[in-house]
Structure formats: C-alpha cells, structure tokens
C-alpha cells in the first residue's frame, strides 16, 4: 500500500530544478512531504489537503491531483542545503489519520 | 519544549529479548504513530494512536505491542526480538491528523 515515488535518485547541480513525484493507488486525503538527512530525523516540509489547501514551506513549491491520486514536489534553484531524502507520506482511509509513506527520493546537489 | 524524545538511542539485544522503546512528547499531541526504517523500504507505519486509550495496527504490526495510557507517552513492545526487527524505529506526534508530524531522533536497534 505504499505510494509509489519516482524518480529514485537524482543528482543535481546547485541552481537546478528538480521534480519529485509521489503516486497511489487508493483515493488520497492528503499528501505529506518530509526530507531527511543521513543519520537524522525526517523533517516536516509541506502538507496537501483534498479540496486545495496547503501549509508548508515557503520556497518548496507541490501539487496535488486528487483524481491521478498523485503529488509532485517542486524544488527550484536548488541549494546544496536541499540534499537528502525525501519522502511523501499519503493519508488513506484506513489508517485513519496516520500517515502511508513511500520508499523515498534521494536527492544529491553539487556545487 | 524537548518535543519527541525517544529513549534508548541505541540497543543491541539478543534473539528471544523482550524489550521497550519509550516516546515521549510535551506538546500535547494527541496523534502519535511509531515507524520502522529499513534500507531502501522508506518508512512504514507499525502502529498509531489518535488519542489516549485508541491505538490502531499500521502495515507492519506484527511482533509489536503498544499501549496509550496517556497523551503523553506511547511505548512499542517488542514481545521476543527477531533478527528481522533490527531497524531503526522513529517515534512521531503531531496536533491533529492533518498537521506536521514531529520526529524524535529515532532508535536504532540491533538484534542479534
């Protein structure tokens, strides 16, 4: 039951954009995106709600397609500080409010 | 605020050891989910908690116990160690189910 994330891995020069993308195959309540550092915790970056709103950072930009199922993460002009992993976790009915996480997108950016 | 503290760190124990991992978070948090993290398999959710007295099993539950006894503290069980739960296991809390979840620093566990 976990979504879907592509690509694995992506390798970036500093100043690119990336795109992350997270897909599922049951009917989505919400989209979470988290980013975690080697050795760390995962860090909360932005939340997607079914009918539009959205809480989160104010640099990394996401989508949420309530029909496709599917979340894209956006990070633009990267910065060395934007490596690590990242995960987007789905809400699904039934696990009531917790949180169905995919296998992650590693992410490394150059100088 | 300390936020989500997990307790041990570390832990190494031998097959066939029953153990508890302690989290603990001061926010007033009524959600709280617990979560192994294995090479490669991302994070997958064990067990959750929308509130003291409820707790629910996640996709991977077995050989795990919880309880909720307050809003504060929600505890795992491991009931007799497998080598296959050698993992590093992550508390997280969050106000409501749709608000960020807060991470303690995890556990790394191994068993041997």
């Known amino acids: 039951q976990q979504p879907v994330q592509s690509p694995q891995a992506v390798i970036l020069r500093e100043g690119e954009d990336a795109v992350i993308n997270c897909s599922s195959s049951?009917?989505?309540?919400?989209v979470h995106w988290y980013r975690q550092k080697h050795g760390e915790a995962p860090v909360f970056l932005m939340i997607l709600l079914k009918g539009g709103e959205q809480k989160g950072h104010d640099k990394i930009s996401a989508s949420f397609n309530e029909k496709k199922q599917q979340s894209s993460l956006y990070l633009t002009a990267s910065q060395l500080s934007y490596s690590g992993t990242y995960f987007c976790g789905t809400e699904i009915e039934s696990f009531g409010y917790a949180l169905n996480f995919g296998k992650g997108t590693s992410l490394l950016v150059t100088p | 605020n300390a936020g989500v503290t997990q307790t041990p760190k570390f832990q190494v124990l031998k097959t066939g050891q029953s153990m508890t991992l302690q989290c603990a978070q001061d926010?007033?948090?009524?959600?709280m989910s617990w979560y192994r993290q294995d090479p490669g398999m991302g994070l997958r959710l064990i067990h959750y908690s929308v509130g003291a007295g409820i707790t629910d099993q996640g996709e991977v539950p077995n050989g795990y116990n919880v309880s909720r006894s307050t809003t504060e503290d929600f505890p795992l069980r491991l009931l007799s160690a497998a080598p296959s739960q050698t993992s590093v296991y992550f508390c997280a809390s969050s106000y409501s189910g749709r608000e960020p979840q807060h991470f303690g620093d995890g556990t790394r566990l191994s068993i041997l």
């Open positions: 049951k009917a989505l309540y919400s």
């Open positions: 926010m007033n948090h009524e959600y």
